[in-house]
C-alpha cells in the first residue's frame, strides 16, 4: 500500500496533466461542435432569407397586379353609378368596356412557401432578427383577413350581382371589350379565346334604372375599396419586411 501511495504521489503531476488535457480535449470538441452548428444555421438562416425575399417579390407583384384590376373596377363602378342619371348621353361601347372592367374578380392565389415552410418545422427559430420575426408572424392572420373579404366579394359577385346584370347585359360582350383573359388571372396567357355569339342584346336603359341591381353595384364597389385599402397594407408590410431582410443579408 506505502509503495502505491508512494508512486501516486510520484505521478501526481502526469496524471494531473492527463486529466487536464483530456477535459480540455473535451470541451474543445463540445466548442467545435457548437461552432459547427452555429454555422450550419447560419447559413441555414441566410438561404431562408434570400428564398423569403423571392417570395416577398411575387407577392408584392402579384397584389399590385391585382389591385390595378380592382382600381379599374372601382373607376368603372363609380362611371356606371354617374351615368345611371344621363342614360341617353351613354354608349353602348362605353358601358361595355366599363361593365366589362366590374366583371373582374380579383382573388390572392400567392402562397409564401417558405414561410409556410419555417412556421410547419419550427424553424422560424433560426431567424435571429427579432423585428424581421415578428413582421413574419404577424403575415399569415393579415392574409386570412383580406382573403376572408376577397371571398365575400366573390360570393356577391357570383350571386346577386351577376344574377341582375345577366337580366340586362349580353355578357359575352362584356368580356370582348377586355384583353385576353388578364382581367381574371395574374397568371394570363396570350391567347385570346372567341366568346359565343348570341342573339340578344344588352338593355342598359332597364339596367340602369333597376335600383336592385345599382345597390348591388355600389355594395360590389364598396367591397373592392375595402380589399384595396387592405392589398395596399400587404404591400407596405411586405416592403418593409424585404427591406429589413436585405439589410440583414448585407451584415
Avoid at 42 to 62: G, M, S, V
Avoid at 79 to 105: A, C, H, Q, W
Amino acid at each position: 500500500m506505502k509503495r502505491i501511495l508512494s508512486s501516486l504521489k510520484q505521478k501526481w503531476p502526469e496524471y494531473l496533466i492527463e486529466i487536464l488535457v483530456l477535459i480540455i480535449g473535451i470541451l474543445g470538441a463540445f466548442a467545435l461542435n457548437n461552432w459547427n452548428e452555429g454555422r450550419k444555421d447560419k447559413l441555414e438562416e441566410r438561404a431562408i432569407l434570400e428564398n423569403l425575399q423571392n417570395d416577398l417579390e411575387n407577392t408584392i407583384a402579384e397584389l399590385e397586379f391585382l389591385n390595378n384590376l380592382r382600381e379599374n373596377a372601382i373607376i368603372a363602378s363609380l362611371r356606371i353609378l354617374e351615368l345611371s342619371s344621363d342614360i341617353p348621353n351613354s354608349s353602348k361601347y362605353e358601358l361595355d368596356t366599363l361593365f366589362g372592367k366590374t366583371m373582374v374578380r380579383p382573388t390572392y392565389n400567392g402562397k409564401m412557401g417558405t414561410l409556410e415552410l419555417l412556421f410547419s418545422t419550427g424553424k422560424i427559430s433560426l431567424i435571429q432578427n427579432e423585428e424581421i420575426k415578428e413582421k413574419l408572424i404577424s403575415w399569415p392572420g393579415m392574409i386570412d383577413d383580406f382573403i376572408e373579404e376577397e371571398v365575400y366579394a366573390n360570393e356577391i359577385f357570383m350571386g346577386t350581382f351577376i344574377e341582375e346584370l345577366a337580366k340586362y347585359a349580353a355578357i359575352p360582350e362584356l368580356f370582348n371589350t377586355l384583353d385576353g383573359n388578364s382581367f381574371i388571372t395574374s397568371n394570363s396567357t396570350n391567347q385570346n379565346y372567341q366568346t359565343t355569339k348570341l342573339s340578344i342584346k344588352s338593355d342598359y336603359d332597364q339596367l340602369l334604372t333597376n335600383q336592385e341591381f345599382l345597390n348591388h353595384l355600389a355594395l360590389r364597389n364598396t367591397n373592392f375599396i375595402v380589399s384595396y385599402t387592405e392589398a395596399i397594407s400587404l404591400i407596405d408590410h411586405a416592403n418593409q419586411l424585404k427591406e429589413l431582410i436585405q439589410k440583414e443579408l448585407k451584415q
